[in-house]
Every structure is written in C-alpha cells, then in structure tokens.
C-alpha cells in the first residue's frame, strides 16, 4: 500500500518562501513521476511541477524561476521549494506518484491528502 505524507504547509507573506515535503511510504517501483499539484477555491487542480525518476522537471509558466522541485530518490521523497510566493499561489498543495509496475507496464496513481499554502499580501 502506498502512501503520501505531506508537510511544510503555512501561512506567508507575499514574497517569502515556503519548502514542501513528501514522504512516500510503500512500493513506488523504480520507474515513476514525483509531481506537486494545487487547487486554489473555485478553481481546478492544477499541474505546478514534476520530476521523473531520472531527474527531468517539467514546470507550470506561473511558477517557472520561483519554484524548484528536487526529489531524494534514496529516501522516496519529493520537496517543492517556493520562492517570491504571490497572493495567487494560495491554495491546497497535493504531491502525486505516479508509478509504473515493472515488466507488466501499466501506471498506477497515487495522492497525498493535501497541504495549505496561504500567502497573504
């Protein structure tokens, strides 16, 4: 059973930082997309940032050159740092794994619970 624990949520002013964990716990196999995903009220959840096992990142163009996602691939941990946050970035933060099963192939999805990010002007 796999699980995702999310941390490092809170409250900030516009122009601060905050760094976001989370810890998986479980079988996520060697081949698998480590992404961090919000929703903002009102609002779809959306893509903010990814990583695959061998390091690529693929980026939202609202956070491209404030928000870094980084992964420990010993621990099977994914982080987002947030830099020069905004009002707009305001929203529920989820992290998601997605892992595929080895030699039959197909994708499974998984979701953290979520994690507050308020950022105040």
């Known amino acids: 059973q796999v699980r995702l624990v999310e941390s490092g949520g809170g409250l900030v002013q516009a122009g601060g930082s905050l760094r976001l964990s989370c810890a998986t716990s479980g079988n996520i196999g060697s081949t698998n997309v480590m992404s961090w995903y919000r929703q903002a009220p009102g609002k779809q959840r959306e893509l903010v940032a990814s990583?695959?096992?061998?390091?690529?990142?693929n980026y939202a163009d609202s956070v491209k050159g404030r928000f870094t996602i980084s992964r420990d691939n010993a621990e099977n941990t994914v982080y987002l740092q947030m830099n020069s946050l905004k009002p707009e970035d305001t929203a529920v933060y989820y992290c998601r794994v997605d892992s595929r099963r080895p030699f039959i192939g197909d994708w499974s999805t998984y979701w953290g619970q979520g994690t507050q990010v308020t950022v105040s002007s």
């Open positions: 990583i695959t096992n061998g390091g690529s990142t």
